[in-house]
């Protein structure tokens, strides 16, 4: 059974980094195809993809965002870690991370339950 | 980067019919993923690959892919079909390779 849970601060102030923690289990990011993404949601708005890790390390990001992000994988502790500098109140949002499944194309099988990320002084 | 676009809202009476689309150029070229998300929780898989469903999912839901527009079909609709639907494609030719809709609100009368 494949879970996925996201953690870190619920509240961030202006120009912080937030780092972001995603800790799962039933499936290893060292086999072949698999991946991790990170979506994100501001209340009551669209998903909005973010980052993907595959399992030999390779990383997207989404080009208005690359900037600013960074995405690793510590395969040993079944954890990926997301990283956003220069956190603005438009940050505001629910992050998800979610498992790619191994196939030829991108798409997101198991999702985390989200964590919401406010951005306030 | 790639553009899908899905009407804000849908609305259908129980038991009826609910066609909700997502348009792209030639996304009948693409494969066509949609998720469906309830109030206060995560996106759940509800159709992979234009018209696979996952394991759990109602055969209710079924989907097509053609042309400029990929459908999302729910038939017999009930109360708890209400909800946010997504749909999403893998661009690989693109810098934004993950590309989701702007989501479409299903309102069951």
């Known amino acids: 059974q494949i879970t996925l849970k996201e953690s870190g601060p619920t509240l961030v102030k202006p120009t912080q980094t937030l780092t972001l923690t995603c800790t799962f289990s039933?499936?290893?990011?060292?086999?072949?195809?698999?991946?991790v993404g990170w979506i994100r949601q501001p209340p009551g708005k669209a998903l909005e993809w973010l980052a993907l890790i595959y399992w030999d390390d390779d990383k997207r990001y989404s080009p208005s965002l690359k900037s600013r992000l960074t995405i690793t994988k510590d395969t040993s502790k079944n954890q990926v870690v997301l990283t956003m500098t220069n956190m603005d109140p438009v940050d505001t949002a629910t992050y998800y991370c979610a498992h790619r499944v191994a196939t030829r194309v991108v798409y997101f099988d198991y999702w985390g339950q989200g964590t919401l990320v406010t951005v306030s002084s | 980067s790639y553009v899908l676009t899905q009407p804000p809202s849908v609305s259908v009476a129980p038991g009826k019919t609910a066609r909700i689309t997502c348009g792209g150029n030639n996304i009948g070229s693409k494969s066509v993923h949609w998720y469906q998300q309830k109030p206060g929780q995560a996106p759940v898989l509800v159709i992979y690959y234009d018209s696979d469903r996952p394991s759990g999912i109602p055969e209710r839901f079924s989907g097509s892919n053609s042309g400029n527009t990929a459908t999302l079909t729910i038939s017999r609709v009930e109360a708890g079909d209400e909800a946010d639907y997504y749909c999403?494609?893998?661009?690989?030719?693109?810098?934004?390779?993950?590309?989701f809709g702007g989501g479409t609100k299903l309102t069951v009368l």
């Open positions: 039933g499936f290893s990011l060292s086999t072949s195809g698999v991946g």
């Open positions: 999403q494609v893998w661009d690989s030719s693109s810098d934004h390779p993950v590309v």
